[in-house]
């Protein structure tokens, strides 16, 4: 990687230079939601740019950065963050402070740590009946070239499990229709995946690509007057999925509808003879033991011991 250092005088400002790596080569989303984490700590120090707080971590001694993590965590923690907000924050600095130690500008850590909390509390999603009751309802909108689009957005947060950054990111160019494959980016990747694509999921992006056209760019694109041909958005995306919830009576997300199709990939490679360790190359999870937490969720297993106990009377 070639740093774009900003030079003043023959002086290379170390802080500029952290900050322009940092923030090289990641995705639209990603760095959006990097920045704005980096911009709470800007704020919370009191100082007007990026750089000058990334300048003030990187030239304080390791116990004094320490300190300045900790007293951050404490003041959100006093404002009534969620910890997972909290712990999302404290890792976008741990992670600029771990490139400023490969950079070698300092020789230490930042050794704050997250609250502890139970991961994917909710791994249920809307559940398969409701899936498919809001591919219904999206068929009743008055628009039918954005239902077509809204169609194939919907097959493959479900069918593929994508999380809604791969589904916005997506180019035309990422297709492959011959090889029924598609080119996905993922979350913490830095290359591209193939994903392989079902008929009716292929179809349904065949049919919004008969209306999208076939000229370059991206997969999937605004019909709002404002930005109507610009790339669709990860928070336009939320909007759709959770209106379309709404017209069913139900609260979702995208996020929820990879939940859902991921409960449902267990369950069907436990019919199928398929492991655990397969699945993941479906989910995407770095670990095994995230998918027990979706195996053991939808057995109920607390909830079937519960009820045993309860019938001691």
Known sequence: ???????????????????????????????????????????????????????????????QANLLALNYKTEMQKQGFKPT??????????????????????????????FQVEAYRDTSGPGENNFQKMIIANWNQRNQQKAFRDHAILRLLHDLGLRRSSVVNLDLADLEIEQKRLWVTLKRRSQKKTKHLPGSTLNALLEWIEIRGSEPGAMFTNFDHAG????????????????????????????????????????KAKE??????????????????????????????????????????
């Open 228 to 267: 109507k041909g610009e790339r669709l958005t990860g928070t336009s995306l939320y909007r759709l999925v959770r209106r379309l919830g709404e017209e069913i009576g139900i609260k979702t997300r995208p996020h929820g509808i990879r939940h859902t199709a991921i409960t449902e990939a267990v369950k």
């Open 85 to 114: 907000t909290i712990n999302r924050r404290l890792s976008a600095l741990r992670s600029l402070i771990q490139l400023a130690n490969t950079l070698g500008m300092i020789s230490w850590k930042l050794d704050v740590k997250n």
């Open 1 to 63: 990687m070639q740093l774009n250092l900003t030079q003043k005088n023959g002086y290379v400002n170390p802080a500029h230079t952290l900050i322009r790596a940092f923030f090289n080569g990641k995705n639209e989303s990603t760095l959006r939601a990097y920045r704005a984490d980096l911009e709470k700590f800007r704020e919370y120090i009191g100082v007007k740019t990026l750089s000058e707080a990334a300048r003030i971590m990187i030239e304080a001694p390791h116990g």
């Open 272 to 313: 199928n003879g398929i492991g655990l360790e397969e699945v993941v190359d479906f989910s995407d999870h770095r670990e095994i033991k995230t998918l027990l937490i979706y195996r053991d969720r939808d057995r109920n297993v607390q909830g079937q011991i519960s009820e045993l106990i309860a019938g001691i009377q």
